[in-house]
């Protein structure tokens, strides 16, 4: 009966969204309130009647009802509560669901919190969200129901894939869906604005705290799931290019780019073509990364469909969605006229290069990723684009854009001065060039893009403390006065302050855990030791055990350093009971400097003769920065948008203005 409840909850939530969909955009083209009215409480309808499919699936896998073929095939009686609850979204069906539930969400938000946007504007909008949510509701219900019920019911289920369950791995997926769909209100504002022929900065004060609260939880959920490969899959590593990797850094990079966008729009009234534009691509990186990851064309853990129909269906919506989009805006774009004007060098101009960098980076991505599909789909071969291509292309196109960021917030608005900002920032030159040298000085058998990415981190992160203490007018004023300006600095600049350290850190992790990490792969016996960047492993042995539904190999290593123990790790080997499938999980332990990382594998023959293991030790320098720089960043995210500007949204449009806009249909 719960199975049944929440299909019924799912078709009656398809026909809200057909309403809300046609009723509202027909009214806001006639100008009729009554139905332009109708959009918020649909929304608010739609999202409630999700919510009650998603209670239902979720009461389905907690009481294991393996009557519900999406339960049996994805669950099982031993699993732990947590990850019952996480195999909701941990196959095909149930993560389409968890898509359309936060689809709502986002839609039933505006609905709620929207009373100051013009009616027309309001209506527009959600009836875009609703027809998104139209052509998903149908691929849902049509290929991938998760209500299916089989008969007669098997007596257990094939459990959830035991990569799958890992408390990083339970809240990744909902944090890049948050990202993913979020994305999905730019966009709607976007068409909106298309369709009612005008953008302005009021429409860039109501597009970026959805933009920006989407950018937060894409970089929260491309962190989790980085972290989760780090400790999870035991190479050691923390980003491979992999195509689903991919598929969730394109949105983030032209995300970010949209934000940049979109303050350009707000503060100085052009770029709104462009800005429009991004929040298509944005967008459409998002259903392309839907696409790759749900079509069956990739082979990952995170790619669950294997039926063609669905990757076809996906597609066709894919097609309709972004064509259409693109040839709206090929249609009512040259109608948005940018006022604005501004000289190369000048904030503008920094902002503007900065999005046709994180464009550039993201069309090689693209390409990158789809390359290889696209050539074995015309019988052209199997290639594989990796990690040489990605590293020798993206990482020389995003160096100026981090010289620049530090250089562009200290230029004016409009028309800048490049020397006098440059003069400014001789801390960061100096800071830079320790950066270098020290990088050079510590550690001389490294690649040169090492002392690169190292004086780059030095260069942002003075650099953005050079632009807050210009802010404030540090040393320029008297110290009283330079302290009450930083306490009443806007909550949005201090996010944006936060959010560039952050990514000054994250780079000097990310150089250091690429450029400089060490690995010493052997069989060890009990009692045998290895030295590694100066740390001194020592094999103590590994004992078997169980675990609430794997059997454990656990190993036990004792770290020294200049003859001092250091930490005691215990990494594990794990097979689980239903799949027979091994998981690993690594022994780490993470210092300032870096990272000490060992690995438990198979039974082997040591070197002496002796029975021994396979064993994997690392020494990741700096990774812990990374980590650390990512939540700096969503930090940053989530300070921005506790700022009244944001919470508040911008002030209600003239009266007057509501007609004009009717009229431009």
């Given at each position: 009966m719960i199975a049944e409840l929440g299909h019924y909850a799912l078709a009656l939530a398809l026909f809200v969204a057909i309403v809300q969909a046609t009723l509202p955009l027909i009214g806001a083209h006639r100008g009729d309130a009554a139905w332009m009215a109708l959009a918020r409480p649909a929304a608010l309808c739609q999202f409630l009647l999700v919510a009650v499919a998603f209670g239902c699936l979720t009461h389905l896998y907690i009481t294991s009802d393996f009557s519900v073929l999406n339960v049996a095939q994805n669950s099982h009686t031993d699993k732990p509560l947590i990850y019952k609850i996480s195999g909701v979204w941990g196959n095909h069906e149930g993560s389409m669901l968890l898509w359309v539930l936060i689809l709502a969400l986002f839609g039933s938000a505006v609905a709620a919190f929207g009373a100051n946007l013009p009616p027309s504007l309001r209506a527009r909008v959600l009836s875009v969200q609703a027809l998104i949510a139209v052509g998903f509701y149908l691929f849902i219900l049509m290929t991938s129901n998760p209500f299916?019920?089989?008969?007669?019911?098997?007596?257990?289920?094939?459990?959830?894939?035991?990569?799958?369950?890992?408390?990083?791995?339970?809240?990744?997926?909902?944090?890049?869906?948050?990202?993913?769909?979020?994305?999905?209100?730019?966009?709607?504002?976007?068409?909106?604005?298309?369709?009612?022929?005008?953008?302005?900065?009021?429409?860039?004060?109501?597009?970026?705290?959805?933009?920006?609260?989407?950018?937060a939880f894409l970089t929260?959920?491309?962190?989790?799931?980085?972290?989760?490969?780090?400790?999870?899959?035991?190479?050691?590593?923390?980003?491979?290019?992999?195509?689903?990797?991919?598929?969730?850094?394109?949105?983030?990079?032209?995300?970010?780019?949209?934000?940049?966008?979109?303050?350009?729009?707000?503060?100085?009234?052009?770029?709104?073509?462009?800005?429009?534009?991004?929040?298509?691509?944005?967008?459409?990186?998002?259903?392309?990364?839907?696409?790759?990851?749900?079509s069956g064309v990739l082979t990952s853990v995170h790619a669950f469909a294997t039926d063609p129909a669905r990757g076809v269906f996906i597609l066709v919506l894919l097609i309709i969605v972004i064509g259409g989009s693109l040839a709206l805006y090929a249609w009512r774009g040259p109608q948005l006229v940018s006022t604005g004007l501004f000289q190369p060098i000048s904030r503008e101009g920094g902002l503007l290069f900065n999005n046709l960098v994180m464009a550039t980076a993201t069309a090689v991505v693209l390409l990158g990723t789809l390359y290889p599909l696209l050539l074995d789909a015309v019988d052209g071969g199997k290639?594989?684009?990796?990690?040489?291509?990605?590293?020798?292309?993206?990482?020389?196109?995003?160096?100026?854009?981090?010289?620049?960021?530090?250089?562009?917030?200290?230029?004016?608005?409009?028309?800048?001065?490049?020397?006098?900002?440059?003069?400014?920032?001789?801390?960061?030159?100096?800071?830079?060039?320790?950066?270098?040298?020290?990088?050079?000085?510590?550690?001389?058998?490294?690649?040169f893009l090492g002392i690169v990415g190292m004086a780059l981190a030095a260069w942002l992160a003075v650099g953005t403390l050079v632009e807050l203490a210009e802010r404030v007018r540090l040393f320029r004023e008297p110290m009283g006065r330079s302290l009450s300006r930083l306490t009443r600095q806007p909550r949005a600049s201090w996010g944006m302050t936060l959010a560039h350290f952050g990514l000054a850190?994250?780079?000097?992790?990310?150089?250091?855990?690429?450029?400089?990490?060490?690995?010493?792969?052997?069989?060890?016996?009990?009692?045998?030791?290895?030295?590694?960047?100066?740390?001194?492993?020592?094999?103590?042995?590994?004992?078997?055990?169980?675990?609430?539904?794997?059997?454990?190999?656990?190993?036990?290593?004792?770290?020294?350093?200049?003859?001092?123990?250091?930490?005691?790790?215990?990494?594990?080997?794990?097979?689980?009971?239903?799949?027979?499938?091994?998981?690993?999980?690594?022994?780490?332990?993470?210092?300032?400097?870096?990272?000490i990382y060992a690995v438990v594998g198979d039974r082997g023959t040591a070197p002496s003769g002796k029975p021994g293991f396979v064993t994997r030790l690392y020494f990741n320098p700096l990774v812990a920065w990374m980590w650390a720089g990512l939540m700096i960043m969503v930090a940053g995210g989530a300070l921005s948008l506790t700022d009244r500007r944001h919470r508040v949204g911008a002030p209600t449009r003239s009266t007057s203005a509501a007609p004009a806009a009717a009229g431009a249909d």
């Open positions: 299916d019920r089989l008969i007669p019911a098997p007596p257990n289920g094939n459990d959830l894939n035991p990569l799958l369950q890992d408390p990083g791995l339970a809240i990744h997926p909902p944090m890049l869906y948050l990202g993913y769909v979020g994305f999905s209100m730019a966009f709607s504002f976007a068409i909106a604005a298309l369709i009612e022929g005008r953008v302005d900065a009021a429409w860039a004060r109501w597009v970026r705290p959805w933009t920006l609260a989407a950018w929260a959920g491309i962190g989790l799931g980085s972290w989760w490969a780090y400790y999870e899959l035991g190479w050691g590593g923390w980003w491979y290019w992999d195509p689903v990797e991919n598929a969730s850094f394109m949105p983030w990079l032209a995300g970010t780019a949209l934000l940049h966008s979109a303050t350009v729009v707000e503060k100085r009234d052009t770029l709104k073509g462009w800005t429009i534009l991004l929040a298509i691509i944005t967008f459409s990186m998002s259903l392309l990364g839907t696409f790759l990851v749900r290639v594989s684009v990796g990690p040489p291509f990605f590293n020798a292309v993206f990482i020389p196109i995003m160096i100026p854009m981090i010289v620049v960021m530090a250089i562009g917030p200290l230029l004016s608005w409009k028309r800048g001065d490049w020397r006098a900002a440059v003069v400014r920032l001789w801390p960061a030159m100096i800071a830079a060039a320790i950066g270098a040298v020290g990088a050079w000085a510590l550690v001389t058998d490294g690649p850190v994250t780079i000097a992790g990310m150089t250091g855990a690429g450029a400089w990490v060490k690995e010493s792969i052997q069989v060890m016996a009990p009692g045998d030791t290895v030295t590694l960047s100066g740390y001194e492993f020592r094999f103590d042995g590994a004992r078997q055990g169980t675990g609430p539904n794997y059997a454990t190999t656990l190993g036990h290593f004792t770290v020294f350093k200049d003859g001092r123990e250091i930490v005691q790790l215990t990494p594990e080997k794990r097979v689980y009971n239903v799949s027979g499938t091994p998981t690993t999980e690594a022994g780490i332990d993470s210092l300032f400097s870096g990272d």
